[in-house]
């Protein structure tokens, strides 16, 4: 999806080499994705999105999720091969337990910053109808955002949150971020995730050594393997599931979806 300008509201999060992947290698899993998924995939996060999402969607009449690179430092805690938590349902408005489709592939640290066990995780609802890309020309100002729940600056921590610009464009100064990617959220704009399971570190690498080599048949067995079928309970009311809407594009052969790699061709010069 090509970005011209930022939208007057938007998502805002960071990503980067997390786990040991890089972006380029976390932009291509995700493309995977988003093919099997007949254009709509999801993004884990670890925070909620509350009203914000939806709010600022009635008021412009659609949401983008914009996605910057994060710092590039990788802590020393970063390089461990540690087990990590394996996502594999969601919650509907009901409150009732769904599975995740069977190839997406969500995972997050087992324990928060604070040492606390993680008790929840997000995901954001992704579509795009087109390949994803890395780059653009467009870059964020964070001086010039303001957090569209409370109005105030963002803070220096922040990871995941709906913003709106102030100001005019080309008044625009101070510390600027890149936007790598640029998609479209859709309604419920973000979901609960529930049922995580533990995946083990070596389980993990392996993961990551197939999306990195590109290796999508491999990527995929993987992915069936190690989700567990999550406990669900006896249905109560109806509740569309995400992945039974229309497909935002046509359906890929899985022969294309195995060479699909992210397009950097927009991606800017150093």
């Known amino acids: ?13 960071k990503i980067g080499s997390e786990s040991g992947e890089t972006l380029p290698t976390i932009v291509l899993r995700k493309e995977w994705e988003r093919r099997l998924g007949g254009g709509r995939f999801l993004w884990g996060t670890s925070q909620s999105l509350g009203s914000s999402a939806r709010g600022a969607a009635h008021r412009i009449g659609s949401l983008m999720a914009l996605f910057s690179p994060a710092s590039s430092n990788v802590k020393p805690a970063d390089r461990k091969r540690e087990d990590v938590l394996l996502w594999n349902a969601w919650i509907d408005v009901s409150g009732q337990v769904r599975p995740l489709p069977p190839h997406t592939f969500i995972t997050s640290r087992k324990t928060l910053p604070s040492g606390r066990r993680r008790e929840h ?15 653009s020309r467009v870059k964020a100002y964070p001086e010039h955002l303001r ?17 709106e610009c102030i100001g005019r464009t080309s008044e625009q100064t101070g510390k600027r971020y890149p936007i790598a990617l640029a998609v479209e959220l859709e309604a419920p704009y973000f979901v609960r995730l529930a049922q995580p399971s533990v995946l083990k570190g070596r389980d993990l690498a392996a993961m990551h050594k197939a999306s990195r080599e590109g290796d999508f048949e491999t990527w995929l067995e993987l992915v069936k393997r190690f989700r567990n079928p999550p406990s669900i309970e006896r249905e109560r009311g109806f509740t569309r599931d995400l992945f039974d809407m ?3 594009e046509s359906a890929t052969p899985l022969g294309n979806v195995a060479g699909a790699q992210p397009n950097f061709a927009s991606r800017p010069r150093p």
């Open 121 to 135: 995780h997000y995901a954001l609802v992704c579509s795009s109808p087109t390949e994803l890309s890395i780059g």
């Open 147 to 163: 957090n569209v729940c409370t109005g105030k600056p963002l803070g220096a921590a922040f990871g995941t949150v709906v913003v």
């Open 246 to 248: 229309p497909s935002v």
């Open 1 to 13: 999806m090509t970005l011209k300008h930022l939208p007057p509201a938007f998502c805002w999060t």
